[in-house]
């Protein structure tokens, strides 16, 4: 199956459009991620990766070009249906966890689930999974403060999770972890990625993670250059 669960066509962001300071960051980007495809992003500090995985995760708007997510194109869509396409299918993890302070590791993985309409019964029951999946069952009932770097952000992974996405964006995942951490959180995620067949795409300055996904994509001078799959 080789479906893109994102498609990105001809993408184009400037900062202070219009302006005498007019900076272009995306210049017709194109980037495509099927369906149980795990593709690096990689580019210096500043060249647009994380502007990228905004505009991918609609919590941006390019100024021309095409967001399709699942084969829906979402330009010009509604506030409202951008909402419900971010909760339905678009996970994100960030390089810092975020976790709610205030809730357990097992309620931080349970609350998207009931924002989107599961049973309490069902949530927990699939938080519990998930957390289990990446060996973290037993820190459940822990608040974050609770938990090293690495429990937090594996717990962060199953939140993202939690909701089944077609497509999960990361970024700089592991950049918080040790190198030995962030092994271990990768390889937690590439299971369930397999396993779930989800897309994901990934922004790293870690050249050695990025060689362990299937394929690299570049982002050079606002455009996408694959190094191949």
């Known amino acids: 199956m080789s479906e893109a669960a994102l498609d990105l066509q001809g993408i184009e ?19 495509q991620v099927t369906r149980g495809e795990v593709v690096a992003l990689v580019a210096p500090s500043g060249a647009g990766k994380s502007t990228l995985l905004h505009i991918a995760g609609l919590l941006d708007s390019p100024d021309s070009g095409k967001v399709v997510i699942g084969g829906t194109d979402m330009t010009g869509r509604s506030d409202r249906r951008r909402t419900e396409a971010r909760r ?11 976790l709610l302070p205030e809730f357990t590791a097992l309620e931080n993985v349970v609350l998207p689930q009931l924002a989107n309409g599961v049973g309490r019964a069902a949530a927990e029951a699939r938080s ?11 820190r459940s009932g822990h608040r974050p ?60 300055h870690n050249l050695n993670l990025a060689a362990r996904m299937d394929r690299v994509a570049r982002l050079a001078d606002g455009k996408i250059v694959q190094d191949g799959s």
Do not use: I, W
Not at 13 to 31: A, H, I, S
Not at 128 to 138: K, N, P, Y
Not at 156 to 168: E, T, Y
């Open 13 to 31: 962001k400037f900062y202070g459009r219009g302006t005498v300071g007019e900076v272009p960051v995306l210049r017709g980007t194109d980037l």
């Open 88 to 98: 339905r299918e678009v996970g994100f993890v960030y390089q810092f966890h975020h």
């Open 128 to 138: 519990m999974e998930l957390l289990g999946r990446v060996g973290v069952a037993d």
């Open 145 to 204: 403060a609770a938990l090293s770097g690495g429990e937090q952000q594996r717990v962060a992974f199953c939140r993202a999770l939690a909701n089944a996405p077609l497509l999960l964006l990361a970024d700089e995942p592991t950049g918080n972890l040790d190198p030995g951490t962030s092994d271990m959180v990768f390889g937690a995620l590439m299971e369930l990625v397999r396993d779930t067949r989800m897309a994901v795409l990934v922004a790293t």
